[in-house]
């Protein structure tokens, strides 16, 4: 199984990226937040989870480990294929899928294109005691050191920062809050970033 890649990014679109590996273009299916999040030239590093079909290979990616994981979690479910999961994860991150399962919030779950309100109810059933420690993350409202950064320069691209500009306006975020920026709240970060940015 091909777990991660790392590579400069030669191409994008909505949903996929072609990553230069060694010399050896790899096309990967991303979220639609991940993918908008990359620029052509710059090197990334992509979670990875292999699909076999009889008349296919598909690679798809993610920006970490958890989200990957999460992602093959819910293709347990019946009913729950590749790009239904792939569509998830475009939507919500992992720690707030978790929370919504693991509090029965079928309304949110069926918010995912091609879920619908039955496989909304299987996800509950069939992952309600698997996602435990994810919904707890969540719930306390911290995110971790590997994640910030990603869901912080994915919310300012949204926003219309180019990737330069978000990655110089996260790193002054991270030098005026130090240590404490692991323990602060995503929303918090945010508004931090847009007063800098605003300031400068």
Known sequence: MIASLSGVVKAT?????????????????????????LSVGIRTEIFTSLVVREDSLTLFG?????????????QTVGGIGPKVAQSALSIYEPE???????SENSAALERIPGLGKKGAQRAVLELKEKVKDLALEQKSGRISKSNWQT??????????????????????????????????????????A?????RG
Do not use: W
């Open 96 to 102: 707030e899928l978790a929370s919504a399962i693991s």
């Open 13 to 37: 679109t909505l949903n996929s990226a072609v990553i230069d590996v060694g010399g050896v273009g790899l096309q990967v299916a991303l979220p639609a937040r991940f993918a908008a999040s």
């Open 62 to 74: 993610f920006d970490r480990s958890e989200s990957r994981d999460f992602f093959e979690l819910l």
């Open 151 to 192: 869901q912080l320069h994915s919310a300012l691209i949204g926003l219309g920062f180019t990737a330069r500009d978000a990655q110089e306006t996260i790193d002054g975020v991270a030098n005026d809050l130090g240590p404490k920026v692991d323990e602060t709240d995503i929303s918090q970060l945010l508004r931090l």
């Open 194 to 198: 847009l007063q800098n940015r605003g």
